[in-house]
């Protein structure tokens, strides 16, 4: 028997009061893929300043709209949790029998007014679910009408991408105590892995192969790199901060933290290449030579951990608002680093990507179809493509 987590992102740090909510209830639903009867929610205020009251918390089984068995969730025997800044803390225990299939939902209600400055979140649709009521408390699972992300977080309004994020806030992992053998699957990595449109596809894809025996979850950061922390930017959030350590800091309490890993798919280093000639700062350009130095890095601290680790190229980020010369130094180094991902041996395996969402006539590019409209993030066909290519059976270890 085991702690093992079924559910699992990270929070990001935005430096900033992100909305001023009271008398709202937030419902996240997620796709359960463990057996077991017993749960526990990890907390979390990480990033905040300031301390998190939440009046009532519970969990449960959605059915059709509505949420089943509920249970209510405590910390230290208390109904109200209090996170105070940089809180990161695990529930009591929850009895309550989940099942493979399952779709969880975590409900959360705050009464009086709280300052939100500490989020996890993702952009795909189609896998997990955040929904926010209009007013009242509805931790007792009943349906309710949702108000949109745009509503609640003014930066999600603002925000000129055409695709929106989902973001949630108090907690970051929902764990289960099974005793099934579970392969823990952590995905690593960037915005293209954070935003979850190739882990939610892939995700389906495990789920579907193998009920009750493996578990995927997410340790990306959108603007993160492997080699430097973020960048400093004056005019972002936390002055560029949430951008997050750079990998090679944070890989193992990220991926390590909460679970024993059996697998670990690395996707990076398209903005350890990009950020320094987009945010100017040339003393930050890496060489191919250095990011291969930071992947043999992961590999080993993986396998010291008794992990098995899979990597991937680069995808090509073309864009007609980036010069001639910016896009061709950006490519050398892109072109070189996959070159050696192809014929390196300190992966367990590896994924090519670029091979199968870049254009076939400008290979510079992505494929007209499958990225957001940035020509740098994959979509929901994009992910899904990515998805397909992956052996399972290699990943998991598991047989076919």
């Known amino acids: 028997m085991k702690w093992t987590s079924s559910f699992k992102y990270l929070p990001i740090n935005y430096g ?8 709202k209830t937030q ?5 359960n893929n463990l057996n077991g009867n017993k749960v526990r929610i990890l907390f979390s205020n990480k990033y905040a300043k300031e301390t998190l009251n939440l009046k009532k918390v519970t969990i449960g089984i959605e059915n059709e709209g509505t949420v089943e068995r509920i249970r209510e969730v405590t910390l230290r025997g208390s109904k109200e949790i209090v996170l105070p800044a940089g809180a990161e803390v695990y529930s009591d225990e929850v009895e309550v029998t989940v099942k493979a299939g399952d779709r969880i939902a975590v409900n959360i209600y ?4 709280q300052k939100i400055q500490n989020l996890c979140g ?9 929904r926010c009521n209009i007013e009242g408390d509805d931790t007792r699972g009943n349906a309710f009408s949702s108000t949109s992300m745009e509503e609640i977080y003014e930066f999600v309004k603002e925000d000129p991408s055409p695709v929106k994020g989902q973001f949630f806030f108090g907690f970051s992992a929902v764990q289960v105590w099974t005793e099934d053998d579970v392969k823990v699957i952590t995905a690593f990595g960037d915005s293209i892995t954070a935003m ?16 009750g025996q493996v578990t995927l979850l997410n340790a990306g950061i959108g603007g993160n790199r492997l080699l430097h922390d973020a960048t400093w930017i004056p005019d972002a959030p936390a002055e560029g901060g949430l951008f997050g350590e750079a990998g090679v800091r944070r890989f193992e309490k990220d991926v390590f933290g909460t679970d024993k890993v059996d697998s670990i798919f690395c ?7 990009m950020h320094p000639l987009q945010f100017e700062k040339a003393e930050e350009s890496v060489s191919a030579e250095y990011l291969e130095q930071g992947f043999s890095y992961l590999a080993k601290k993986a396998h010291d951990h008794g992990s098995r680790i899979y990597g991937a190229t680069i995808m090509p980020c ?14 050398k180094t892109r072109r070189d680093v996959n070159q050696w991902i192809r014929t390196q041996s300190v992966y367990d395996g590896y994924f090519d990507f670029d091979e199968i969402l870049k254009n076939d006539t400008v290979p510079a590019y992505l494929k007209e179809e499958v990225h957001i409209g940035d020509g740098l993030h994959p979509n929901t066909m994009g992910g899904k493509i990515l998805a397909e290519c992956v052996d399972l059976s290699m990943l998991t270890g598991l047989d076919d």
């Open 16 to 23: 900033m009061t992100l909305a001023a909510l009271s008398d």
């Open 27 to 31: 419902r996240v639903l997620f796709e």
């Open 110 to 113: 705050i009464d009086q007014q």
């Open 122 to 130: 993702y952009w795909a649709e189609g896998g997990s679910e955040v």
């Open 196 to 211: 979850a449109f190739f882990t939610n596809a892939l995700q389906k894809r495990l789920y579907k192969k193998y009920p």
């Open 267 to 273: 996707l990076m280093g398209i903005n350890d290449i």
């Open 318 to 331: 073309g864009n007609t608002e980036y010069s001639e010369k910016w896009m061709q130094a950006f490519e």
